[in-house]
C-alpha cells in the first residue's frame, strides 16, 4: 500500500530543486557523478528537430538612430526544449473500388472484380491493429487499468468502454497471439535450459471455486545466452505440481527454478536451485539491532554469497566450458569453505528462528544450489524468471484481479508476447502492432509453418519492431 500511495507525491519526491540545468554535475557525500561531453545531445539525436527562429516584428525592422532598415546578420543558438504532443484519434473508413471489363459487358458475360481489403483485426469492431496494440500496451506495460484507460479515450473525444476493451484483449489474444505463443512453447521444449517461476493471481469466476481463492501465473524462459529469447507466461487454477510436469512434457534439460517441490514432477531433468534465494533467507535472519559491519552467522553466510556472484561477474563473458571450468577452480573452494561453515554451525541457531530457517534451506538444498557447477551455460540464480515475472506482479498491483478465467489466459498471452519482444529487443507495442496488422488473413491454420514468419527475431520483424534506442 506504501508504494501505491507514494504514486501520488512521486514528482514532489523526485525533484531536485538544486538539480535545474539539467544534466549538471552533482555529489553525493564521496560520489561524484561525471557529466560527458556532448550527454545531451546524445540523449536528443534519434528525435526529430524543428528549428525555430525568433525575429523581430515588422513595426521593430527599423533602427532607432537613424530610422534605416534593420537586416539579417546572423543567428545566435538560445537552448533546446522537449515538446510533448499529446496523442490524436482518427476514424479511418475503408472503400473499396470496383472495376469492370467495358468489352465484356457488351457480351453475355460480363466481368466485374473488387480491390483487396485489409483484414480486420477484430471481424464486426471498429477496433484496429494500433488501437487494440495500445490498449495492451497500457494495460501490460504501463500497467494502467482499463478503468483509466476509459478516461484516457473520452478525453480524446471518444467514449470507449472498458468492457469493449476487454473484449479487444481477450478476441485478439485468442486469434492472433495465442497460435504464437503455441510456437514458441513448442520451441521452447527443444532449449536444454529454462528458468522457471509462479506468482498468485486472483481470477473471479472460476467454476467451483470461491473468487478469494488463489490461482497462479507461471512464466518459463530461455536462459541469457539464447540466441532464441522465449518468455511464456501460462496461467492456471492451482499452484499444483501437474502444471510444470504437464507444460515442460519432452523438456529434457538444466531447470532452474527455486526450490518449490511441484517441480519435482518434472522428470529427466536437472534442477538448478537459486542462491539469490538463499540470500534472501540469511538477510531476512540478520539481528535488527547489530550494526552491519559487526559479524553475525547471517552476515558470514551473506558474504560467502556475495564472493560468489563477484566471481560470477568476473566470468560473465567467457563461452561456457571455460566457465565450467574457471567455476570448479575459483567457485569450488568458496562452496567447499561454506558448506564446512554450515555443517559447524547450523546447530547454534533456535529452532523455528529464520536463522535455522536460512541454514535448513541451505542443508535440504544443497545439491540443487551445487547443480549449477556441471554446465557452463547454468545460472547461479533464477533472477531471469523472477525478472520475466516482475512486471506481471507490478501491473496485479494496479488491476488487482482478472475478471474470468478468459481473461486470465489472454493476459498469460499478452505477457508472453510482450515480455518476448523485450527480450528480442523489440518494441512491444510496434511489435504488436506488426502482429494485428499483418497475421489476419495469413492462412496459418492450414500452414503452421507462415507463423515462423511473425517470431521475434524474424529479420523482417526485427526491422520493423526494432527498438529505436538499440
Given at each position: 500500500?506504501?508504494?501505491?500511495?507514494?504514486?501520488?507525491?512521486?514528482?514532489?519526491?523526485?525533484?531536485?530543486?538544486?538539480?535545474?540545468?539539467?544534466?549538471?554535475?552533482?555529489?553525493?557525500?564521496?560520489?561524484?557523478?561525471?557529466?560527458?561531453?556532448?550527454?545531451?545531445?546524445?540523449?536528443?539525436?534519434?528525435?526529430?528537430?524543428?528549428?525555430?527562429?525568433?525575429?523581430?516584428?515588422?513595426?521593430?525592422?527599423?533602427?532607432?538612430?537613424?530610422?534605416?532598415?534593420?537586416?539579417?546578420?546572423?543567428?545566435?543558438?538560445?537552448?533546446?526544449?522537449?515538446?510533448?504532443?499529446?496523442?490524436?484519434?482518427?476514424?479511418?473508413?475503408?472503400?473499396?473500388?470496383?472495376?469492370?471489363?467495358?468489352?465484356?459487358?457488351?457480351?453475355?458475360?460480363?466481368?466485374?472484380?473488387?480491390?483487396?481489403?485489409?483484414?480486420?483485426?477484430?471481424?464486426?469492431?471498429?477496433?484496429?491493429?494500433?488501437?487494440?496494440?495500445?490498449?495492451?500496451?497500457?494495460?501490460?506495460?504501463?500497467?494502467?487499468?482499463?478503468?483509466?484507460?476509459?478516461?484516457?479515450?473520452?478525453?480524446?473525444?471518444?467514449?470507449?468502454?472498458?468492457?469493449?476493451?476487454?473484449?479487444?484483449?481477450?478476441?485478439?489474444?485468442?486469434?492472433?497471439?495465442?497460435?504464437?505463443?503455441?510456437?514458441?512453447?513448442?520451441?521452447?521444449?527443444?532449449?536444454?535450459?529454462?528458468?522457471?517461476?509462479?506468482?498468485?493471481?486472483?481470477?473471479?469466476?472460476?467454476?467451483?471455486?470461491?473468487?478469494?481463492?488463489?490461482?497462479?501465473?507461471?512464466?518459463?524462459?530461455?536462459?541469457?545466452?539464447?540466441?532464441?529469447?522465449?518468455?511464456?507466461?501460462?496461467?492456471?487454477?492451482?499452484?499444483?505440481?501437474?502444471?510444470?510436469?504437464?507444460?515442460?512434457?519432452?523438456?529434457?534439460?538444466?531447470?532452474?527454478?527455486?526450490?518449490?517441490?511441484?517441480?519435482?514432477?518434472?522428470?529427466?531433468?536437472?534442477?538448478?536451485?537459486?542462491?539469490?534465494?538463499?540470500?534472501?533467507?540469511?538477510?531476512?535472519?540478520?539481528?535488527?539491532?547489530?550494526?552491519?559491519?559487526?559479524?553475525?552467522?547471517?552476515?558470514?553466510?551473506?558474504?560467502?554469497?556475495?564472493?560468489?556472484?563477484?566471481?560470477?561477474?568476473?566470468?560473465?563473458?567467457?563461452?561456457?566450458?571455460?566457465?565450467?571450468?574457471?567455476?570448479?577452480?575459483?567457485?569450488?573452494?568458496?562452496?567447499?569453505?561454506?558448506?564446512?561453515?554450515?555443517?559447524?554451525?547450523?546447530?547454534?541457531?533456535?529452532?523455528?528462528?529464520?536463522?535455522?530457517?536460512?541454514?535448513?534451506?541451505?542443508?535440504?538444498?544443497?545439491?540443487?544450489?551445487?547443480?549449477?557447477?556441471?554446465?557452463?551455460?547454468?545460472?547461479?540464480?533464477?533472477?531471469?524468471?523472477?525478472?520475466?515475472?516482475?512486471?506481471?506482479?507490478?501491473?496485479?498491483r494496479n488491476w488487482l484481479f482478472s475478471a474470468s478465467p478468459k481473461g486470465a489466459d489472454a493476459s498469460a498471452a499478452v505477457y508472453s508476447i510482450?515480455?518476448?519482444?523485450?527480450?528480442?529487443?523489440?518494441?512491444?507495442?510496434?511489435?504488436?502492432?506488426?502482429?494485428?496488422?499483418?497475421?489476419?488473413?495469413?492462412?496459418?491454420?492450414?500452414?503452421?509453418?507462415?507463423?515462423?514468419?511473425?517470431?521475434?527475431?524474424?529479420?523482417?520483424?526485427?526491422?520493423?519492431?526494432?527498438?529505436?534506442?538499440?
Amino acid at each position: 500500500m506504501l508504494g501505491q500511495f507514494s504514486f501520488f507525491d512521486e514528482a514532489e519526491n523526485e525533484a531536485d530543486p538544486d538539480d535545474v540545468p539539467e544534466p549538471t554535475l552533482e555529489e553525493v557525500e564521496k560520489y561524484r557523478r561525471k557529466k560527458f561531453k556532448g550527454q545531451r545531445e546524445e540523449l536528443l539525436k534519434k528525435l526529430p528537430h524543428d528549428k525555430v527562429i525568433c525575429k523581430l516584428d515588422d513595426e521593430d525592422l527599423s533602427c532607432p538612430q537613424c530610422d534605416g532598415p534593420l537586416v539579417p546578420v546572423g543567428q545566435e543558438f538560445i537552448r533546446t526544449e522537449i515538446e510533448y504532443i499529446p496523442a490524436k484519434v482518427r476514424v479511418i473508413d475503408y472503400y473499396r473500388e470496383s472495376y469492370e471489363c467495358r468489352s465484356c459487358k457488351k457480351t453475355d458475360k460480363p466481368y466485374f472484380e473488387k480491390s483487396p481489403t485489409p483484414y480486420p483485426v477484430i471481424m464486426h469492431s471498429m477496433a484496429s491493429p494500433s488501437s487494440v496494440a495500445h490498449v495492451m500496451y497500457q494495460k501490460y506495460v504501463n500497467a494502467l487499468p482499463l478503468k483509466r484507460q476509459e478516461k484516457d479515450w473520452e478525453n480524446l473525444g471518444i467514449k470507449l468502454s472498458r468492457a469493449t476493451m476487454a473484449n479487444w484483449v481477450i478476441v485478439a489474444s485468442r486469434d492472433w497471439l495465442m497460435p504464437i505463443v503455441d510456437l514458441l512453447h513448442k520451441k521452447l521444449l527443444k532449449e536444454k535450459y529454462i528458468h522457471a517461476d509462479e506468482t498468485r493471481v486472483q481470477v473471479m469466476n472460476e467454476e467451483g471455486r470461491k473468487n478469494t481463492t488463489d490461482s497462479f501465473m507461471w512464466v518459463h524462459g530461455t536462459y541469457d545466452g539464447s540466441k532464441t529469447p522465449i518468455r511464456i507466461f501460462e496461467y492456471q487454477p492451482t499452484r499444483s505440481g501437474n502444471n510444470p510436469q504437464n507444460f515442460l512434457k519432452g523438456f529434457e534439460g538444466y531447470l532452474h527454478t527455486d526450490a518449490y517441490a511441484g517441480y519435482n514432477k518434472v522428470s529427466e531433468i536437472t534442477r538448478c536451485f537459486c542462491w539469490s534465494h538463499l540470500r534472501r533467507y540469511f538477510v531476512d535472519a540478520l539481528p535488527k539491532d547489530i550494526k552491519s559491519s559487526e559479524a553475525t552467522l547471517p552476515s558470514i553466510a551473506i558474504a560467502y554469497c556475495n564472493k560468489l556472484f563477484e566471481i560470477e561477474k568476473e566470468l560473465a563473458s567467457l563461452e561456457p566450458e571455460k566457465r565450467r571450468m574457471k567455476r570448479l577452480e575459483q567457485e569450488k573452494p568458496v562452496l567447499d569453505a561454506f558448506w564446512s561453515w554450515v555443517d559447524k554451525n547450523a546447530h547454534l541457531c533456535l529452532p523455528k528462528s529464520k536463522l535455522y530457517t536460512a541454514f535448513n534451506y541451505a542443508i535440504n538444498q544443497k545439491e540443487g544450489l551445487m547443480n549449477f557447477l556441471k554446465d557452463g551455460n547454468c545460472s547461479i540464480s533464477n533472477n531471469l524468471a523472477e525478472n520475466s515475472i516482475r512486471p506481471f506482479t507490478v501491473g496485479r498491483r494496479n488491476w488487482l484481479f482478472s475478471a474470468s478465467p478468459k481473461g486470465a489466459d489472454a493476459s498469460a498471452a499478452v505477457y508472453s508476447i510482450i515480455e518476448t519482444a523485450k527480450a528480442n529487443g523489440l518494441n512491444p507495442y510496434e511489435y504488436l502492432k506488426f502482429i494485428f496488422k499483418n497475421l489476419p488473413g495469413v492462412q496459418f491454420g492450414q500452414h503452421p509453418e507462415f507463423l515462423e514468419d511473425f517470431l521475434p527475431w524474424d529479420p523482417e520483424v526485427q526491422s520493423f519492431c526494432k527498438k529505436s534506442d538499440n
